[in-house]
Protein backbone atom coordinates (compact mmCIF):
# COMPACT_ATOMS: atom_id res chain seq x y z
CA UNK A 1 0.00 0.00 0.00
CA UNK A 2 1.10 3.48 -1.16
CA UNK A 3 2.26 5.58 2.53
CA UNK A 4 -0.09 8.59 3.88
CA UNK A 5 1.27 11.62 2.58
CA UNK A 6 4.09 10.03 0.41
CA UNK A 7 5.22 10.81 -3.35
CA UNK A 8 8.39 10.41 -2.96
CA UNK A 9 9.57 8.03 0.32
CA UNK A 10 13.09 7.08 -1.04
CA UNK A 11 15.16 9.89 -0.45
CA UNK A 12 16.14 11.40 3.12
CA UNK A 13 19.36 13.88 2.76
CA UNK A 14 21.08 14.81 5.76
CA UNK A 15 21.67 18.29 4.84
CA UNK A 16 23.25 19.42 8.24
CA UNK A 17 23.34 17.96 11.78
CA UNK A 18 19.68 16.95 12.66
CA UNK A 19 18.56 18.54 9.32
CA UNK A 20 16.34 16.50 7.02
CA UNK A 21 14.98 17.00 3.75
CA UNK A 22 12.53 14.77 2.34
CA UNK A 23 12.46 15.87 -1.24
CA UNK A 24 9.11 15.05 -2.98
CA UNK A 25 7.66 14.32 0.09
CA UNK A 26 3.86 14.92 -0.19
CA UNK A 27 1.62 13.91 -2.91
CA UNK A 28 -0.25 15.95 -5.59
CA UNK A 29 -3.58 14.58 -3.95
CA UNK A 30 -2.92 16.07 -0.36
CA UNK A 31 -0.98 18.80 -1.96
CA UNK A 32 -4.32 20.01 -3.59
CA UNK A 33 -6.12 18.97 -0.25
CA UNK A 34 -3.64 21.47 1.17
CA UNK A 35 -3.95 24.64 -0.97
CA UNK A 36 -7.72 24.06 -0.11
CA UNK A 37 -7.32 24.06 3.59
CA UNK A 38 -4.82 26.88 3.52
CA UNK A 39 -7.91 29.09 1.51
CA UNK A 40 -10.19 27.99 4.43
CA UNK A 41 -7.93 29.07 7.19
CA UNK A 42 -7.20 32.56 5.33
CA UNK A 43 -10.75 33.35 5.17
CA UNK A 44 -10.74 32.75 9.05
CA UNK A 45 -7.48 34.01 9.84
CA UNK A 46 -6.51 35.98 7.19
CA UNK A 47 -2.85 36.21 5.74
CA UNK A 48 -1.38 40.19 7.43
CA UNK A 49 2.09 41.65 6.93
CA UNK A 50 3.05 41.79 10.62
CA UNK A 51 5.28 44.59 11.84
CA UNK A 52 8.50 44.13 13.37
CA UNK A 53 10.21 45.68 16.53
CA UNK A 54 11.79 47.53 14.65
CA UNK A 55 8.71 49.42 12.70
CA UNK A 56 9.31 47.78 9.49
CA UNK A 57 6.59 45.33 7.47
CA UNK A 58 7.67 42.12 6.68
CA UNK A 59 7.55 41.18 3.15
CA UNK A 60 6.63 37.78 4.18
CA UNK A 61 2.70 37.57 5.13
CA UNK A 62 1.34 35.30 8.03
CA UNK A 63 -1.26 33.52 9.63
CA UNK A 64 -1.64 30.42 12.06
CA UNK A 65 -3.21 27.66 13.02
CA UNK A 66 -2.76 25.89 16.85
CA UNK A 67 -3.61 26.76 20.18
CA UNK A 68 -0.61 29.12 19.74
CA UNK A 69 0.12 31.24 16.97
CA UNK A 70 3.66 33.60 16.42
CA UNK A 71 3.32 36.93 16.17
CA UNK A 72 5.19 40.29 15.81
CA UNK A 73 4.60 43.76 16.27
CA UNK A 74 6.47 46.74 17.78
CA UNK A 75 6.97 45.31 21.31
CA UNK A 76 8.22 41.97 20.37
CA UNK A 77 8.10 37.99 18.69
CA UNK A 78 6.25 35.83 21.08
CA UNK A 79 3.23 33.07 20.72
CA UNK A 80 -0.12 34.24 21.45
CA UNK A 81 -3.27 32.05 21.95
CA UNK A 82 -5.30 34.72 20.03
CA UNK A 83 -5.33 35.97 16.70
CA UNK A 84 -4.64 40.05 17.73
CA UNK A 85 -6.47 40.98 14.23
CA UNK A 86 -10.01 39.51 14.93
CA UNK A 87 -9.50 38.67 18.72
CA UNK A 88 -10.17 35.14 18.57
CA UNK A 89 -8.59 31.75 18.96
CA UNK A 90 -6.21 30.21 16.04
CA UNK A 91 -8.48 27.99 14.26
CA UNK A 92 -7.70 24.45 14.97
CA UNK A 93 -4.54 23.02 13.30
CA UNK A 94 -6.40 20.75 10.16
CA UNK A 95 -5.74 17.33 11.16
CA UNK A 96 -4.66 15.68 8.06
CA UNK A 97 -1.75 18.44 8.53
CA UNK A 98 -0.75 17.56 12.35
CA UNK A 99 -1.03 13.81 11.11
CA UNK A 100 1.60 14.82 8.13
CA UNK A 101 3.68 16.51 10.34
CA UNK A 102 4.09 13.53 13.17
CA UNK A 103 4.40 10.94 10.50
CA UNK A 104 7.55 13.27 8.71
CA UNK A 105 8.85 13.88 12.19
CA UNK A 106 9.43 10.39 13.13
CA UNK A 107 10.80 9.56 9.09
CA UNK A 108 13.81 12.34 10.54
CA UNK A 109 13.52 10.21 13.86
CA UNK A 110 11.39 12.21 16.21
CA UNK A 111 8.75 9.57 17.83
CA UNK A 112 5.40 10.91 19.12
CA UNK A 113 5.83 14.54 17.39
CA UNK A 114 2.57 16.67 18.19
CA UNK A 115 3.06 20.56 17.16
CA UNK A 116 0.40 23.08 18.85
CA UNK A 117 1.70 26.02 16.86
CA UNK A 118 2.02 26.08 12.60
CA UNK A 119 3.30 29.13 11.20
CA UNK A 120 1.95 29.83 7.71
CA UNK A 121 4.15 32.13 5.59
CA UNK A 122 3.38 33.25 2.65
CA UNK A 123 5.64 34.54 -0.45
CA UNK A 124 5.01 36.84 -3.26
CA UNK A 125 8.04 37.24 -5.97
CA UNK A 126 10.46 39.65 -4.11
CA UNK A 127 9.43 38.58 -0.72
CA UNK A 128 12.66 37.38 1.42
CA UNK A 129 13.32 35.88 5.11
CA UNK A 130 16.42 38.05 6.89
CA UNK A 131 18.71 35.21 8.78
CA UNK A 132 17.42 34.52 11.50
CA UNK A 133 16.73 31.82 14.86
CA UNK A 134 13.32 30.13 15.77
CA UNK A 135 13.91 31.03 19.54
CA UNK A 136 10.60 31.76 20.97
CA UNK A 137 9.43 28.04 21.31
CA UNK A 138 9.81 26.32 24.80
CA UNK A 139 11.19 23.34 24.15
CA UNK A 140 14.52 23.22 21.80
CA UNK A 141 14.67 19.31 21.94
CA UNK A 142 11.59 19.35 19.75
CA UNK A 143 11.93 19.64 16.03
CA UNK A 144 10.60 22.00 13.51
CA UNK A 145 8.89 20.71 10.63
CA UNK A 146 8.81 22.57 7.17
CA UNK A 147 6.74 22.05 4.38
CA UNK A 148 6.90 23.97 1.32
CA UNK A 149 4.38 24.58 -1.21
CA UNK A 150 4.08 26.32 -4.57
CA UNK A 151 6.92 28.04 -6.27
CA UNK A 152 10.68 27.08 -5.63
CA UNK A 153 12.92 28.82 -2.98
CA UNK A 154 16.63 29.05 -2.04
CA UNK A 155 16.76 28.70 1.71
CA UNK A 156 20.33 29.47 3.59
CA UNK A 157 21.68 27.92 6.74
CA UNK A 158 24.82 29.66 8.58
CA UNK A 159 25.21 27.38 11.49
CA UNK A 160 25.71 28.86 14.97
CA UNK A 161 26.21 32.72 14.15
CA UNK A 162 24.98 35.16 11.87
CA UNK A 163 28.59 35.33 10.13
CA UNK A 164 30.52 33.53 7.34
CA UNK A 165 29.56 31.52 4.41
CA UNK A 166 26.37 29.83 4.12
CA UNK A 167 24.78 26.92 2.38
CA UNK A 168 22.42 27.59 0.00
CA UNK A 169 19.58 24.13 -0.23
CA UNK A 170 16.94 24.21 -3.00
CA UNK A 171 13.24 23.72 -1.74
CA UNK A 172 10.62 22.70 -4.40
CA UNK A 173 6.69 22.57 -3.78
CA UNK A 174 6.40 19.06 -1.67
CA UNK A 175 9.80 18.96 0.17
CA UNK A 176 9.69 18.37 3.41
CA UNK A 177 12.29 19.58 6.03
CA UNK A 178 12.59 18.44 9.42
CA UNK A 179 14.96 20.12 11.43
CA UNK A 180 16.32 19.42 15.00
CA UNK A 181 19.53 18.66 16.99
CA UNK A 182 22.25 20.28 16.39
CA UNK A 183 20.93 22.78 13.69
CA UNK A 184 17.84 23.73 15.50
CA UNK A 185 19.19 26.88 16.76
CA UNK A 186 20.85 27.64 13.74
CA UNK A 187 20.54 30.88 11.74
CA UNK A 188 18.78 30.40 8.35
CA UNK A 189 17.01 32.61 5.91
CA UNK A 190 14.98 32.95 2.65
CA UNK A 191 16.28 34.75 -0.64
CA UNK A 192 14.00 36.66 -2.46
CA UNK A 193 11.20 34.75 -3.85
CA UNK A 194 11.57 34.61 -8.00
CA UNK A 195 8.71 35.28 -10.21
CA UNK A 196 6.62 31.88 -11.57
CA UNK A 197 3.95 30.47 -12.27
CA UNK A 198 2.56 26.97 -10.09
CA UNK A 199 -0.22 24.89 -11.51
CA UNK A 200 -1.48 25.04 -7.91
CA UNK A 201 -0.33 27.35 -5.83
CA UNK A 202 -0.01 30.13 -8.60
CA UNK A 203 2.14 32.99 -8.25
CA UNK A 204 2.99 32.45 -4.49
CA UNK A 205 5.30 30.04 -2.48
CA UNK A 206 4.14 28.52 1.10
CA UNK A 207 5.48 27.06 3.86
CA UNK A 208 4.22 25.66 6.65
CA UNK A 209 6.05 25.79 9.52
CA UNK A 210 4.99 23.35 12.75
CA UNK A 211 6.12 24.19 16.16
CA UNK A 212 5.98 22.95 19.53
CA UNK A 213 6.01 26.40 21.05
CA UNK A 214 4.31 26.03 24.44
C1 LIG B 1 16.18 25.93 10.47
N1 LIG B 1 10.59 29.93 7.48
O1 LIG B 1 9.12 30.81 9.56
S1 LIG B 1 11.64 27.08 7.14
C2 LIG B 1 10.35 30.67 9.73
O2 LIG B 1 10.57 28.86 4.22
C3 LIG B 1 11.21 30.25 8.61
O3 LIG B 1 9.25 30.17 5.29
C4 LIG B 1 11.29 29.64 6.28
O4 LIG B 1 12.38 30.21 8.75
C5 LIG B 1 10.30 29.53 5.19
O5 LIG B 1 10.90 30.85 10.82
C6 LIG B 1 12.22 28.51 6.35
C7 LIG B 1 12.91 25.89 6.76
C8 LIG B 1 14.31 26.05 7.28
C9 LIG B 1 15.35 26.21 6.41
C10 LIG B 1 16.65 26.23 6.88
C11 LIG B 1 16.94 26.14 8.23
C12 LIG B 1 14.59 25.98 8.61
C13 LIG B 1 15.89 26.02 9.11
C14 LIG B 1 18.26 26.11 8.74
C15 LIG B 1 18.53 25.99 10.07
C16 LIG B 1 17.49 25.90 10.96
FE1 LIG C 1 12.92 30.27 10.81
Not at 47 to 67: L, W
Not at 169 to 186: A, K, Y
Request: with cysteine; charged share 20%; proline share 7%.
Amino acid sequence: MKDLFSGNVETKIAVCPGMWLLPGWIDAVTLEQIHADINTLSEVAPFRHMQTPGGHSMSVAMTNCGSAGWVTDRSGYRYTTADPLTGSAWPDIPARWQSLATHAAKVAGYADYVSDACLVNRYAPGASMGSHQDKNEQDYTQPIVSVSLGLPARFFVQGPERKGKSIPVDISSGDVIVWGGESRLWFHGVRPLKEGADPLFGAYRYNLTFRVAL
